[in-house]
Structure formats: structure tokens, C-alpha cells
């Protein structure tokens, strides 16, 4: 359903929310069968229209490698919606909770019923348009609930190809798709759902919680952030270079994971940057400009905010080192490629390090030791992810204790995310909540607190009036 105009998107939002909101009270709790069945169709929709998917965000992008399209958003969303149908018996049964003394040794019980929120939201960003959709889905189908979800309007294609097939996979009651600008944004985070997930920048992130507070509506954010690499003396220097450059150009730095920036000695840098270039010229041994695999930025505001960070780090002293082995013009393309682009001796004053990056450029500060860099990173707002290169398990365990951060990848950037028994998730600035696997459908789910009394009447001596032996059992809790 396409909405343009925000009265409007109140209108239907609020009219479909009224449908699915009736249709579950009607229809009560769904069987673990048609939790089932409604995971299967999301996985035949990916399946089924993977070459469409990939035609649709290749011309949202300008550029973007079907390859890594059909890897990062669809196998990615299938991988997820499977190990949902895979576990959703087992994730549904009650969970049986030991009471307080005596209660347990006299027949009363206690469990954990996790009972379907009702309808949640999905407003998910323009960067992994499936990921960030399907993923949450996944987890809010298994809990049982019904779904709204909002796609970004920075692809149009995707966006308009994802509601008209979810139209035809699912009835309106159970999962609906509305899209629209930032106004109908704005409309849909308002909207008086039971759960809503939103990702994307903080400061939105923040519009749409005080947005959601009106009708308090528990929110799931997931907001990103500046994501800090520290290398620490102990690192393959080499394979520390490769694989955050991996990180780097996944999606041509455009995820909330990327790392951001880099910690590191600067009598290391000038190795980084020959280990870094060797890593890019290996992944695209026959350039960047024209290859298939490298994607492009969004649009040409993000490439130009990305030109004015390079300058003002210029300006600034920074040493700008582009990773271009084989030196190719990008000034004429088709596209708004940008090659991954580090930027050495990088300092606070520069808006690069100030604002969360969202492309392929990579400031490297100085750093010159570990606990340097512990205390850096906790002297800024706490990230959505945290990369330590190393292999001194004393300066990864300092790390990892005093540091604080949604996730964490050891030796190697972004594969935290990838993990279905992992939660994933932000906190503080970075987000809040926790989907992926148990913990998403533990995220979308009421755990309702279930005590059932036994039948004799044993602990009426609980009630007035108080005697003997209600002093007895106080004596037994007031004490050291």
C-alpha cells in the first residue's frame, strides 16, 4: 500500500492496524502450524523473486553486485526466517521457574507463558532493505503476532516490489506492507502498535521513541553509531588490514557495523595502509571503478557528504591515502563509486570523526597502546559494535571488561551479526532491545508470569490476623 500524503498514511495505517488488531482477537494465539506456514511463504517470497530482488536494489543503488545482493539481504533474511521455522515449537513452550521456599515442596508452580505481543511494527532502513525487514520478521512471525512494516523510501524499487509481494503472500490481517516518505515515517511511528523495531540514525531513532511514547509503545531501536576498531601490539598486522577492509567495503561501508574507525600506534599506520591497499587490490584484482563486486554509494547526497569529509579531514592535516591499486579516474562513471579511502592521523576536530561515516572512508588515529584506547572508546557515547585485533588474551579480556558495546567480533569485523544464537542489538546511543534467533522471538513476545496455588490451604497463616507462626516465617526472611 503506497502512501504519500501523512493523512492519508494515518488513515491506513491506522485502519489496517484496526484489521489485524481484530483479527487476532477474533482468531486468539496462532498454532505453532500457522506460525509455521507464515514463515514458509516469507522464505518462497525470497526464493522465489531473489532475481528480482537483486534487479530492484541494483537500480536503487545505481550499483550494487547482485552476488552480494542474493548473500547479504536474501540469504541472509532466508537463513533467518528457516531457523525461526526450525525452532518455533521449542521456543513456544512454557518455561518452568523454581519458586521461593517453601512453595515449590508444597504443589504451587510457577512458569513463563511467552503470549504474542499483538501487531508489531518494522520500519527498516534503506542499507540491507531485506535484512533489516525480514530479519525482525522472522522473530515477530515466530512470536505469533500479526506485522506492519515501512520500508525506506530511498529505494523505490525494493520498497514497491517488497509490498506487492507480501500482498500476494499474506493476507492484509496478518502482514502488511506501507510506504511512503519521511512523512508517512513520521505517521507510522505514531501509530498505537504493541512493538515497534525501527533502525536507523540516532537522531531519527530519537523522534521515532518520543513518537512511540504517546501511545507507550515498547520500542526496539537499533541505531547504529561510531563502531571502533582497536589493534592491539599483539595483532597480525596483515590479516588485521584484510579483514577489516572486508568490513570496510561490505556494502562500500554502508551498515551500521562498519567499522568506523581505527586505533592504532602511529608507528603502525604507514604498515596498515600498504597491508590495507594489498587487501583491496586482492578482493579487486582487476579494479574498482567497473567491477561488479564493489557497490556503489546510495545516492549522490551521501557521495558528496563523503567528499566533504575528505576535504575538511584535508584541510584539517589529516594524510588522505585512497586505496586505488590500479589508479583508476573516478570522476567518470556512471555511478557514485568511491574507493575505500583511509585517513591517517585523524583527530576530533574533524566532522569524519565526529558523525557516524556510512561509506567506505576509514580514519586511522593515533592510539599508542590498548589502555589508550579503552579509555578513548569510554570517553564516547557507547557503540553498536566493537572490533579488537589480537592475540594477547590479557589485552582481549581487558578489552572486552572494560569496555561497554552492543556486540563485539574478535579478530576479524561484522560477523557478530551473522549469528541466528547470538542477539543482536544496540545500547545506550546505539539502540536498545535485542533481536536474532530466541532472543527476537523473546523480544516480540509478553512473557506472562504464570503461579498456580495448591489446592490445601496451607499458608493461610499469611493472612491476618497475624500470629505465631506468620512471626515465625518473617524471622526466617529478615535476616543477614
Not at 543503488?61 to 537463513?79: L, M, Q
Not at 561510531?226 to 597480525?236: F, M, N, R, T
Not at 561484522?414 to 545500547?427: E, T, W
Amino acid at each position: 500500500m503506497t502512501q504519500n500524503d501523512p493523512h492519508s498514511a494515518v488513515f491506513a495505517g491506522v485502519a489496517l492496524l484496526d484489521a489485524q488488531r481484530a483479527a487476532q482477537n477474533h482468531e486468539g494465539t496462532p498454532s505453532a502450524r500457522l506460525r509455521m506456514d507464515r514463515l514458509s511463504r516469507a522464505i518462497d517470497l525470497l526464493v522465489t523473486h531473489k532475481s528480482d530482488y537483486q534487479q530492484a536494489l541494483s537500480a536503487d543503488f545505481g550499483h550494487r553486485s547482485p552476488d552480494f545482493t542474493a548473500f547479504a539481504d536474501v540469504a541472509t533474511s532466508i537463513n533467518a526466517l528457516r531457523h525461526a521455522r526450525k525452532h518455533v515449537k521449542s521456543w513456544m513452550r512454557p518455561s518452568r521457574r523454581a519458586l521461593e521456599f517453601p512453595l515449590g515442596l508444597t504443589g504451587a508452580s510457577g512458569r513463563i507463558e511467552y503470549q504474542p505481543k499483538g501487531v508489531v511494527g518494522i520500519m527498516a532502513p534503506w542499507n540491507f532493505p531485506l535484512n533489516l525487514m525480514f530479519v525482525p520478521l522472522a522473530g515477530a512471525l515466530a512470536a505469533g503476532n500479526r506485522v506492519l512494516m515501512k520500508p525506506s523510501e530511498f529505494t523505490p524499487a525494493t520498497s514497491a516490489l517488497t509490498a506487492r509481494l507480501i500482498a500476494q503472500s499474506f493476507a492484509p490481517q496478518e502482514v502488511s506492507v506501507i510506504t511512503g516518505d519521511v512523512a508517512t515515517g513520521a505517521a507510522f511511528s505514531a501509530l498505537a502498535l504493541d512493538h515497534l523495531v525501527f533502525t536507523g540514525s540516532t537522531a531519527v531513532g530519537r523522534h521515532v521513541m518520543r513518537a512511540a511514547a504517546e501511545n507507550l509503545v515498547p520500542v526496539t531501536l537499533e541505531l547504529g553509531g561510531k563502531s571502533p576498531v582497536i589493534i592491539g601490539a599483539s595483532a597480525d598486522l596483515q590479516m588485521a588490514a584484510t579483514r577489516i577492509m572486508h568490513g570496510k567495503i561490505f556494502n562500500a561501508g554502508q551498515i551500521c557495523i562498519a567499522p568506523d574507525y581505527v586505533l592504532l600506534s602511529k608507528d603502525q599506520q604507514a604498515k596498515f595502509a600498504a597491508a590495507a591497499e594489498k587487501a583491496v587490490d586482492q578482493m579487486f584484482p582487476g579494479g574498482l571503478r567497473d567491477n561488479p563486486d564493489y557497490t556503489s554509494i546510495l545516492n549522490q547526497a551521501h557521495y558528496d557528504r563523503m567528499q566533504d569529509y575528505l576535504r575538511d579531514a584535508r584541510d584539517k592535516g589529516a594524510n588522505i591515502i585512497e586505496l586505488n591499486p590500479k589508479s583508476e579516474d573516478f570522476a567518470q562513471q556512471p555511478h557514485h563509486k568511491l574507493p575505500p579511502t583511509l585517513i591517517l592521523g585523524a583527530t576530533d576536530d574533524m566532522a569524519v570523526m565526529q558523525q557516524e561515516i556510512f561509506g567506505p572512508l576509514l580514519p586511522v588515529r593515533d592510539c599508542p597502546d590498548t589502555a589508550a584506547a579503552i579509555q578513548y572508546v569510554n570517553a564516547h557515547p557507547r557503540p553498536l559494535a566493537l572490533y579488537f585485533f589480537g592475540r594477547s588474551r590479557r589485552e582481549e579480556y581487558d578489552v572486552l571488561s572494560q569496555t561497554v558495546s552492543g556486540g563485539v567480533t574478535v579478530n576479524d569485523t561484522i560477523m557478530h551479526i551473522s549469528q541466528d544464537n547470538l542477539p543482536f542489538g544496540g545500547v545506550g546511543p546505539s539502540g536498545m532491545g535485542r533481536y536474532h534467533g530466541t532472543d527476537g522471538f523473546r523480544e516480540f513476545s509478553h512473557q506472562k508470569a504464570v503461579f498456580r496455588q495448591m489446592q490445601p490451604d496451607l499458608l493461610r497463616f499469611l493472612r491476618p490476623p497475624y500470629g505465631r507462626a506468620f512471626r515465625a516465617y518473617l524471622k526466617t526472611l529478615v535476616k543477614r
